[in-house]
C-alpha cells in the first residue's frame, strides 16, 4: 500500500535503497517508496497536465499503476535515481496511451483521447494531437534514433531537467541540448500542421 502523505527523502538515500533493491533486498523498494511518492506524483500530475481536461484516471491512480508495474520489474539494474524516475515515467506513459487504446476500443475508435503538447516540446505540432499519435510518433523517433527518444521521455515526461537527464544517459549536457532540439524539430514535422 501507497502511503498517503509520505516524507521526501535525499537523493543519496534513494540512490542506497535503489542499490540495495538491485542485490535483492525487496524490502528496499517498502523504504524507497515513502521517499519517492511525492516525486511520481509530480510525475503523474505532468503526464495529466497533457491530458484532455475531463480524463477520468486520476494522479494516484497512475503512481499506483506505476508503483505496481515498478515492483514487478526484476531483470532492471537500477543505474541511478534518475534511471529509477525515466523508467516509472515511461510506465505512467505506457498506462495513459493503453488506457487511450482501451477507451477507443469500446467507442470503436471515434474520439481518441487528445493531448496538448506545449511548445516547450514541439515548436509546430497541431494543437489537439492525439495521446495515440504522440506515442506512435515517439515509437518511430525510437527507430530512427533511440537516444533522442530517450531525451525526450526524461526531459518532456519525466520532467528531469538537461544535468540530470545528462547524468541518466551517460551522455554531455551538449549532446542532451542538441538530441533535445534535433528531437523537437523531429515531432513538430512528424505531428505538425497538415498531418
Same mark, same amino acid.
Given at each position: 500500500?501507497?502511503?498517503?502523505?509520505?516524507? #521526501?527523502?535525499?537523493?543519496?538515500?534513494? $540512490?542506497? %535503497?535503489?542499490?540495495?533493491? &538491485? $542485490?535483492?533486498?525487496? /524490502?528496499?523498494?517498502? @523504504? %524507497?517508496?515513502?521517499?519517492?511518492?511525492?516525486?511520481?506524483?509530480?510525475?503523474? +500530475?505532468? *503526464?495529466?497536465? *497533457?491530458?484532455?481536461? &475531463? *480524463? #477520468?484516471?486520476? #494522479? $494516484?491512480?497512475?503512481? *499506483?499503476?506505476? !508503483?505496481?508495474?515498478?515492483?514487478?520489474?526484476? /531483470?532492471?539494474?537500477?543505474?541511478?535515481?534518475?534511471?529509477?524516475?525515466?523508467?516509472? =515515467?515511461?510506465?505512467?506513459? +505506457?498506462?495513459?496511451?493503453? !488506457?487511450?487504446?482501451?477507451?477507443?476500443? @469500446?467507442?470503436?475508435?471515434?474520439?481518441?483521447?487528445?493531448? =496538448?503538447?506545449?511548445?516547450?516540446?514541439?515548436?509546430?505540432? +497541431?494543437?489537439?494531437? /492525439?495521446?495515440?499519435?504522440?506515442?506512435?510518433?515517439?515509437?518511430?523517433?525510437?527507430?530512427?534514433? +533511440?537516444?533522442?527518444?530517450?531525451?525526450?521521455? %526524461?526531459? !518532456?515526461?519525466?520532467?528531469? &531537467?538537461? =544535468?540530470? #537527464?545528462?547524468?541518466?544517459?551517460?551522455? =554531455?549536457?551538449?549532446?542532451?541540448?542538441?538530441?533535445?532540439?534535433?528531437? @523537437?524539430?523531429?515531432?513538430?514535422?512528424?505531428?505538425?500542421?497538415?498531418?
Amino acid at each position: 500500500m501507497l502511503p498517503v502523505n509520505p516524507p #521526501t527523502g535525499d537523493p543519496e538515500q534513494v $540512490s542506497e %535503497l535503489l542499490a540495495e533493491w &538491485n $542485490s535483492g533486498n525487496r /524490502d528496499a523498494l517498502e @523504504k %524507497l517508496v515513502p521517499l519517492i511518492y511525492d516525486e511520481l506524483k509530480r510525475q503523474a +500530475r505532468r *503526464h495529466l497536465r *497533457h491530458e484532455r481536461a &475531463n *480524463h #477520468t484516471l486520476e #494522479t $494516484s491512480a497512475i503512481v *499506483h499503476e506505476a !508503483y505496481i508495474k515498478l515492483a514487478e520489474q526484476r /531483470d532492471v539494474i537500477w543505474e541511478n535515481r534518475a534511471h529509477f524516475f525515466w523508467l516509472a =515515467s515511461e510506465i505512467m506513459r +505506457r498506462v495513459l496511451v493503453d !488506457y487511450a487504446r482501451g477507451r477507443n476500443r @469500446k467507442k470503436r475508435g471515434a474520439g481518441a483521447e487528445m493531448i =496538448s503538447l506545449d511548445t516547450g516540446l514541439a515548436a509546430g505540432v +497541431r494543437p489537439g494531437t /492525439d495521446l495515440l499519435e504522440l506515442d506512435d510518433a515517439l515509437k518511430k523517433l525510437e527507430e530512427k534514433d +533511440r537516444q533522442q527518444a530517450k531525451v525526450v521521455e %526524461l526531459r !518532456y515526461f519525466a520532467g528531469l &531537467n538537461v =544535468s540530470e #537527464t545528462a547524468e541518466a544517459l551517460g551522455v =554531455s549536457e551538449a549532446t542532451v541540448k542538441r538530441d533535445w532540439a534535433a528531437a @523537437k524539430a523531429w515531432l513538430g514535422r512528424e505531428l505538425g500542421p497538415g498531418k
